[in-house]
């Protein structure tokens, strides 16, 4: 999903970060390709598809001009043991990123003995596993690592799991999303993390975190949220985090986001039900100064205290994305 939101609205967005996710338009509306070769078969991804796809959406105005992408950064990663999202399919990602993105810009990490999950440094499942709630505790801090590729020179977090100075929101997200026949599998709520600093501070910078298949909010609550370690780094580093949040749906029965067609055929291109979502997101909170006072009445304020993680059970989360059902 966050390939897909760089590459329809490469106009307002800087870089994206990929943990176990394939190329652009890979699923191409199908979902056997999408429990395929988009996870577990690369070899049968032809990338000048692909390629030939984003070149043709440019060119009737569906996606924004690729040109933008030449400045963007990205990061990359692919655990050593992830058999739901192979290597492979990481590494096509990679080639795709090459037609638009200069390789110098292009960072990635292939060694970790990890299983598919997000990784994180302090919390979650041993590394070698993926189970819920997809979240691996790795002692690798890949939401500090995928953030600093993005915007460069941020100050990392000495430690994770405490208290912040900002709080997480919860907002209404059906304010945001766009009309339409057919399912959008949004839930009716969703999170933002804002650094206090950020309520009186214009400059502040905006990141959107998707969670991935059986972490959305109807199945852990907040806890992907909370545990992932992104809003240590925004603490530290002025960055407001969103993290919107899909339900499940006839079609997309673990809750994913749409990355293979299940909501329209439009589903990767500008005019896609959840990608006019987060671009409404997105507007609504850059294009103010105080994003609280704007939505507050939208939002519900508690303290962000993040809970220790038990001894025996390090917890973690993700914006990996599971295998969807058939």
Not at 155 to 172: A, I, M, N, R, T
Not at 200 to 220: P, S, T
Not at 269 to 297: A, H, P, T
Request: aromatic share 10%.
């Amino acid at each position: 999903m966050a390939v897909q939101v760089q590459v329809a609205y490469s106009s307002r967005i800087m870089g994206a970060g990929t943990l176990a996710g394939g190329p652009y338009h890979c699923a191409q509306g199908s979902t056997l390709k999408a429990v395929g070769e988009c996870s577990d078969e690369p070899e049968k991804i032809v990338l000048d598809d692909l390629i030939a796809f984003t070149y043709e959406a440019e060119a009737s105005g569906d996606i924004d001009p690729v040109s933008n992408l030449a400045d963007d950064h990205v990061y990359l990663f692919s655990g050593t043991l992830d058999t739901t999202v192979v290597q492979g399919v990481v590494k096509q990602l990679e080639s795709y990123y090459t037609e638009f993105i200069p390789l110098s810009q292009i960072a990635t990490k292939y060694d970790v003995a990890a299983d598919f999950a997000m990784i994180t440094e302090h919390y979650g499942n041993a590394c070698d596993t993926s189970r819920t709630p997809y979240i691996n505790d790795c002692d690798l801090p890949e939401a500090f690592n995928l953030l600093n590729q993005i915007y460069g020179n941020l100050q990392e977090p000495l430690s994770y799991g405490g208290v912040l100075s900002g709080q997480l929101l919860e907002f209404d997200q059906t304010e945001l999303e766009p009309s339409g026949v057919g399912t959008s599998s949004l839930d009716d709520t969703g999170y933002i993390y804002v650094p206090d600093k950020c309520n009186d501070y214009a400059g502040c910078k905006v990141h959107i975190v998707f969670h991935g298949c059986d972490q959305g909010r109807e199945v852990l609550v907040d806890e992907f949220a909370l545990n992932s370690g992104y809003n240590e780094v925004a603490d530290l580093n002025n960055i407001i985090v969103v993290y919107p949040q899909a339900v499940s749906s006839i079609g997309n029965t673990r809750g994913c986001f749409d990355w293979w067609g299940y909501t329209n055929a439009s589903y990767d291109l500008k005019s896609g039900r959840q990608m006019e979502f987060v671009k409404n997101i997105i507007d609504r909170v850059v294009s103010v100064y105080g994003i609280c006072e704007v939505m507050e009445s939208q939002l519900v304020h508690y303290q962000c205290v993040l809970p220790e993680p038990e001894p025996t059970l390090p917890v973690v989360s993700t914006t990996c994305i599971p295998r969807p059902a058939v």
